[in-house]
């Protein structure tokens, strides 16, 4: 595959499959990578460069990479709080 938007797209569709945009590290790591990760990475110069290149080449993949944002949890009320303890008034002799 030495097209860049070959690569690009089997890169997107790949992504889009897993439900997430991997990282590097995942990406190495993953047994069912569609090509080694210099090849995918090299014709794009860094990985940040292709993720970016898929989300505008290919925003109907991109929004399947996007996993749905979970929902934040409820903050736990705070706790009122403690007043001072006055300090003692020193005695006047």
């Known amino acids: 595959m030495a097209n860049k ?5 089997h890169l997107a569709e790949y992504f889009a499959e897993k439900g ?3 990282s590097p590290v995942e990406y190495k790591a ?3 990578a569609p090509m080694r990760f210099i090849v995918a990475k090299r014709p794009f110069g860094s990985w940040a460069r292709m993720q970016a290149m898929v989300k505008a080449n290919h ?10 944002p979970a929902p934040a949890p409820k903050a736990a009320p705070k706790a009122a709080p403690k007043a001072k303890a006055a ?7």
Do not use: F, G, N, V
């Open 30 to 32: 993953a047994d069912d």
């Open 87 to 93: 300090a003692p008034k020193a005695a006047k002799k």
């Open 59 to 68: 925003p109907d993949l991109w929004m399947k990479t996007q996993a749905a």
């Open 5 to 9: 938007k070959a690569i690009l797209l």
């Open 20 to 22: 997430s945009m991997m």
